[in-house]
């Protein structure tokens, strides 16, 4: 009897002393959590005055999945065709293509479209010069590049960056040497010059290599503070002004960045408000002192504000104010 109270007895002190060591984490970690949220909403609370200001925009029929600019003219991937817009929001021409386009990219007077499985190549006027199928059984293609005498394709699925000849010829793949994460089709690749730059979105980086796909170096840091990557899979999009500044969007918090390229952070150009609320990432690109934003079925302009701002650190170009 004694030893069944003594065993009991014995049990009873081991549960009182895990609840005790539960509570103890249980509110450790609630305290965590306060002090994080606390200093996101501190944040988040901070006005924000952008530098640009909304100075036109224009609608297409259909939701804009891609778009590029090429010296002067949009080329709009919007439902099943593309449309090609001067910088007015005048519609110059347009030709059918296939449905899903994941990205478009023009290079030489040719139009590259890439879809999940294939890539097509057109000429300004829409006739189609040449197509190839994904080099690999199940690829999922997100986003691809023109850098030198290459093409360069990311692949969701197989989670590597393909390199071809532009003319469809398979030469390799390119792996990351920390391994690309992509928990969802935020995929982006762009050059500047002979150098890749291409989105590892689930490590929050940006990742850098030669035309001959060896691995330079990366950068980014995790965070919600302005100039890091927040949430699962940031940054979204990437691009690059004439001046070989990086611009980068994301998602969650929909935001637009500057950065040179070797990572530094120069400021925030646009924020959610600016962006059409919601949590989509807005392709952004930059010609002639304008900033071009795909926002569902629009091309919004937006202009620095050479009239209110005082300060430029996150201008695109050498304006009045940097001077």
Known sequence: MKKSFKILFNIAVIIIIVCFIWYIWFITIQATRNIENSKVKSHTDEPFASPYKQVSFFEL??????FDLFESILFIAAGNSVNIYNLSGQLLSFFPIKEKARDITTENEEIYILYPTSIEVYTFHGELIRDWEACSQLSDYCSFTVAGDYLFVTDAENKNICK????????KFIQSPSGFIIPSYTFDIDCWNDTVYCVNSGSHLIETYTVNGDFITSFGKSGSESGFFAGCCNPAHISFTPQGKLITSEK???RVSLYDRKGNFNGVMLDNKMLGLGNKAREA????NKLFVAIEN??????CDQMTTSEC????????HKK
């Open 164 to 171: 071809y000849t532009k003319e469809g010829g398979f030469i």
């Open 298 to 303: 629009k091309i919004i302009i937006f202009k």
């Open 61 to 66: 029929p259909e939701e804009i999945n891609c």
């Open 313 to 320: 650190s996150g201008c695109i170009f050498d304006c009045p």
């Open 252 to 254: 969650g918090n929909p």
């Open 285 to 288: 690109k930059v010609f002639d």
